[in-house]
């Protein structure tokens, strides 16, 4: 029904960017909210960002400690989001993951994940 793909982890140096990519194999683009999660070892998984969808528009909310350095967003059209990752810390590595929920099968789906490593 729904498969998310998530792309564009790798190691980078503390205060370097990466991008994330997620892309929806879907018959539908009608979601809820898209999300990001990371996962550090030892740690449980925590919510990053989520861009809402509603009738009025979108809007986006994020983990206090990425507000100012990441930035999520969502092209309906292409079912895709992006996770623009700026001034990486050893701290955010982890492996991200992407979910999103459907309206059309109230159900919500997760990506595989991909690694992010900040070096220091």
């Known amino acids: 029904q729904v498969q998310l793909v998530e792309s564009g982890g790798g190691l980078v140096q503390t205060g370097g960017s990466l991008r994330l990519s997620c892309k929806v194999y879907?018959?539908?683009?009608?979601?809820?909210?898209m999300a990001w999660y990371r996962q550090a070892p030892g740690k449980e998984r925590e919510v990053v960002a989520v861009?809402?969808?509603?009738?009025?528009?979108?809007?986006?909310d994020y983990v206090e400690s990425v507000k100012g350095r990441f930035i999520a967003s969502r092209d309906n059209a292409k079912n895709t989001g992006d996770l623009q990752m700026s001034s990486l810390k050893p701290e955010d590595t982890a492996v991200y993951y992407c979910?999103?929920?459907?309206?059309?099968?109230?159900?919500?789906?997760w990506g595989q994940g991909t690694q992010v490593t900040v070096s220091s």
């Open positions: 879907a018959s539908t683009n009608d979601f809820v909210y």
């Open positions: 979910k999103v929920h459907s309206r059309l099968y109230n159900s919500a789906y």
């Open positions: 861009v809402f969808d509603g009738p009025d528009g979108s809007s986006t």
